[in-house]
């Protein structure tokens, strides 16, 4: 099946720094890529809907300020999670979508302190 | 957008076949059903897809019946290792389609 990367696989950071994670289609170009969150436990969350060359779409309850998304080229969409806090510890995973199939990376795990 | 429903949790044993039954009665024209399945701190592996009656690969078989309300996600001979979560999706054709997640199967296997 298709490839999905994401990087860094996981990463910590202090209160109030920014993290941006990558999410690339490695061997298909995809004009939508999504953005998932995923607390222990807990099924997976969609965030927001990525679009190659316009603004993402945010699901109801997501900050877009605090959860920018970039969407720049046919393989690449960037989540950065600005000013993050120890809440948004949590488990992120992007999906880029080839006809009906999504296809998952394989996620990031973020760590504030 | 088709919402699943899937029991929460499953037991069996090593050698045995599982069948996993997902819900989606206000499935659209338009939809397949995907099922996916995660291990911790992974994110989710696509199984196999269908649109109607029987898909078969090399790891699982999925049944969905005339009117596409359900599927059944059918894993013969499990092992230790297929102890994870499963997803049943639901999602259309178009790209921007998005697929909302529901609270999956933990498929527990045991020796």
């Known amino acids: 099946g298709a490839v999905v990367s994401q990087h860094p696989s996981r990463v910590i950071c202090k209160s109030g720094t920014s993290v941006k994670i990558e999410c690339r289609s490695l061997?298909?170009?995809?004009?939508?890529m999504f953005w998932y969150r995923q607390f222990p436990k807990q099924s997976l969350m969609l965030m927001a809907t990525?679009?190659?060359?316009?603004?993402?779409?945010?699901e109801q309850g997501v900050e877009k300020d605090k959860f920018l998304i970039n969407h720049a080229s046919l393989t690449l969409s960037t989540l950065t999670v600005t000013s993050a806090h120890p809440e948004d510890s949590s488990f992120y995973i992007c999906?880029?979508?080839?006809?009906?199939?999504?296809?998952f990376g394989p996620g990031t795990r973020l760590l504030v302190l | 957008l088709a919402k699943t429903t899937q029991p929460i949790s499953m037991d069996s044993y090593e050698g045995q076949e599982v069948n996993i039954t997902c819900s989606h009665n206000?499935?659209?024209?338009?939809?397949?059903i995907t099922w996916y399945q995660q291990f911790p701190s992974q994110g989710p592996r696509f199984i196999i897809q269908?649109?109607?009656t029987k898909v078969t690969n090399e790891v699982a078989s999925l049944f969905i019946p005339a009117d596409r309300k359900s599927s059944t996600l059918s894993l013969p001979r499990v092992s230790l290792s297929d102890t994870a979560v499963y997803y049943c999706?639901?999602?259309?054709?178009?790209?921007?389609?998005?697929?909302?997640f529901g609270s999956g199967t933990r498929l527990s296997i045991r020796p």
């Open positions: 990525s679009n190659e060359g316009s603004k993402a779409t945010y």
């Open positions: 061997d298909f170009q995809a004009t939508t």
């Open positions: 269908g649109y109607k």
């Open positions: 999706l639901v999602g259309g054709f178009f790209s921007a389609s998005k697929i909302i």
């Open positions: 999906s880029a979508k080839i006809r009906e199939t999504q296809y």
């Open positions: 206000n499935i659209a024209t338009n939809d397949y």
